[in-house]
């Protein structure tokens, strides 16, 4: 049962939408899907409450303590969303349970710096090498500064950037409904899942 793990220690970089968009890619695979909520903001299970009856069903757990439980039983695919500011025995819990971890990542130079030395230490609490770690550009708006900014320091990094999304109300919009991009009819959405191919072949890998 593969875990992947959407972390990131600064707040409001897009790991809710990564988190949701990744399992309603594996919910439109016909997986069963647990999208867990580690956050105290709790995004990923608000947004889970606004999601359809008729649309591909995503599990959450019961939270109920601090402690991480366990998945529905029947699970296949597990999506943790994590919260800001993750480190130390609480970053090291949840790096354990990975099998891959996912670092959104904003244009931003202050994102940037302070994402390089979280990458360190998910590299050093990983519990193997085999665990794989990439980084998604989010909110990208192409022929800016920020967005080269962004792409050199990528090239600086040991772990490979598998994606870059645009900035777009698409997933706002989705969002507000509970839903993914893998929920409406692809013609609508094109051009973000073409984005979404990179990130999808790494995830299949």
Not at 180 to 204: F, H, K, N, Y
């Amino acid at each position: 049962m593969p875990v992947i793990v959407v972390a990131n220690p600064k707040g409001g970089v897009g790991k809710s939408t990564l988190s949701t968009n990744l399992a309603g890619y594996f919910a439109a695979q016909g997986h069963k899907v647990m999208l867990g909520d580690v956050d105290r903001q709790q995004s990923s299970r608000t947004w889970l409450s606004l999601r359809p009856a008729a649309a591909r069903p995503i599990a959450t757990w019961d939270r109920a303590r601090e402690d991480l439980v366990r998945p529905p039983k029947g699970t296949t695919h597990v999506v943790l969303d994590t919260p800001a500011g993750l480190h130390g025995k609480r970053l090291e819990q949840v790096v354990q349970l990975a099998d891959a971890i996912i670092v959104p990542l904003q244009p931003s130079i202050f994102d940037i710096y302070a994402t390089r030395a979280f990458l360190d230490d998910v590299l050093a609490h990983r519990k193997s090498e085999r665990v794989r770690v990439g980084v998604v550009g989010m909110r990208v708006k192409e022929g800016t500064i920020a967005a080269d900014q962004l792409r050199a320091f990528a090239a600086t990094l040991e772990v490979p950037v598998i994606g870059y999304l645009r900035d777009t109300q698409n997933y706002i919009q989705l969002a507000a409904r509970g839903l993914t991009l893998w929920d409406v009819a692809p013609g609508r959405v094109e051009r973000d899942l073409e984005q979404w191919q990179p990130i999808v072949r790494w995830l299949q890998s």
